[in-house]
């Protein structure tokens, strides 16, 4: 258990960073062509981690955690990635934390993991975080309209779902055994970078523009780095190792770890913001009792 919240809270960092990191990267990629660049760049980093290993999976475990890719990172991070340049950091992570709630009822439903009555308190003060951060005002309507800003808040949303169902899978297919946690990340990785390989065809194939004053290779290497290899296998070792509500609550401590890094972003969290990671925080304390 202490290890699996130790990579959990691990996990959460290193997607705090990355997240950062990727906001900051000046790019005219959509957010699936960046989403499949990462991918292939962190499938490339993992692959030798993983060579000589034994694979004992069984096909239904493999299934599950190509359904998991496919859901959790190819649709999840696409949407994330898109709800990210819309709101920033902290409010796109606010948002995201609401992924114990519902990881936690599918898990209750699927897998027989039944929270206990202080962790449905926890579930609903996360809840009530990003109901706080989904009604919070536009920071800067000149630089993203209200309009977008909307639309980021759903997209937001559907990243917690489609993240909240690749966790469920993924955790499933862990519980069966057979693949350590970096061999599974593989797995959902190449799913992941299979389903977005079409966009390919459509990235461009030399510079469009005036080239930015700093180079990008090294902030989009870093955030790879930092949020697809080591937060993805520091995430498959905590659902290893927790039940999926836990996991997740423990995942969604990033909104906090965001607060210092807002200022950095232009964004003034105000009240509702640090009452919304308080309550996060709250509610994360009381789901891993």
Known sequence: MLTGALAALAAALCWTLASSLWRRLPTSLSAGQLNLLKNGLAVL????????????ASAASLLMLVGSGVLGIAAGDSLYFAALRRLGTRRTLTLDAGGPAVTAVAGMVWLAEVPQALQWLGLALITAALVLVGVQSPVDQAECPTGEQRLGVLMALGALLCGSGGALLSRAA???????????????L???AVVLLPLLRRLPLGPSGP???????????????????AGIALQQAALQRLPGGLAVALLATAPVMALPLARWEGDRPGWQGWLAALLALLGVSCVVV
Not at 174 to 188: H, I, K, N, T
């Open 211 to 229: 080239r930015p004053l700093q180079r990008r290779w090294p902030l989009g290497l870093l955030a790879t780095l930092l949020g697809t290899t």
């Open 45 to 56: 980093l993992i692959l030798p981690l993983t060579a000589g290993r034994p694979w004992q």
């Open 190 to 192: 190449l799913a992941a």
């Open 174 to 188: 862990l519980r069966a055994g057979g693949l350590d946690p970096l061999q599974s990340a593989l797995v959902r």
